[in-house]
């Protein structure tokens, strides 16, 4: 079966760069989505297919997918950008979340 | 706006069923599908299957799991049943794009606890 993997955590610096990867076989040649989910609150779809943002979805959030890393990155990250993230593909009528990975503005 | 209500919490015995209802509005119910995702206690997303005219389910949850939906009142249901402990979760549906498959609006979120 398909698997997802994901850093445990990430840290950045309020201001700085944070880049999230999603590692999976081949995972360049899938549609990729990241969602943001702060505790206590149900997730928020921050891109979808690879690099795509919803409305409402500030710029600072983008995305890509090569190879077999997919990338949510947020620039000048912000104290509100704390949240667990996750990516989510699906493959072969089976869709499968990454495991998550914390993401601390410090 | 596009809006999906989930039903109340809910408290379980192991060995019974569960139902939980998600109602849609804000957009043509018919042109999207539902996705159903559970989160445990301090755990990751685990998808449990979706229903877009058609059902499918996760592996795991085959034979205990029953999505439908009533397009007459733009409602989604997930039935669980012989549930378990390890079935205590925070279950979510959300609507799904049928292309791509992307949850672009989530409920609310229903706990259901399982325990003796």
């Known amino acids: 079966s398909y698997e997802l993997t994901q850093p445990l955590s990430v840290s950045v610096a309020l201001g700085q760069t944070a880049r999230i990867t999603c590692g999976g076989n081949?995972?360049?040649?899938?549609?990729v989505h990241w969602y943001q989910q702060r505790p206590g609150q149900a997730p928020v779809l921050v891109i979808y297919?690879?690099?795509n943002r919803p409305s409402g979805i500030p710029e600072r959030f983008s995305g890509s997918n090569s190879g077999n890393t997919a990338t949510l990155t947020i620039s000048r990250a912000q104290g509100g950008d704390e949240a667990e993230y996750y990516c989510h593909v699906w493959d072969t009528y089976t869709e499968i979340f990454g495991p998550g990975t914390r993401v601390t503005v410090l | 706006q596009v809006q999906l209500v989930q039903s109340g919490a809910e408290v379980k015995k192991p060995g019974a069923s569960v139902r939980v209802s998600c109602k849609a509005s804000g957009y043509t119910f018919t042109n999207y599908g539902i996705g159903w995702v559970r989160q445990a206690p301090g755990q990751g997303l685990e998808w449990m299957g979706w229903?877009?005219?058609?059902?499918n389910y996760a592996q795991k949850l085959q034979g205990r799991v029953t999505m439908t939906t009533d397009t007459s009142t733009s409602t989604a249901y997930m039935d669980l049943r012989s549930l378990r402990s390890d079935d205590t979760a925070v279950y979510y549906c959300?609507?799904?794009?049928?292309?791509?498959?992307?949850?672009?609006?989530w409920g609310q979120g229903t706990l259901v606890t399982v325990s003796s």
């Open positions: 229903i877009n005219g058609i059902a």
């Open positions: 959300a609507r799904q794009e049928r292309v791509s498959a992307a949850h672009d609006y």
């Open positions: 297919r690879d690099s």
């Open positions: 081949h995972i360049g040649g899938k549609n």
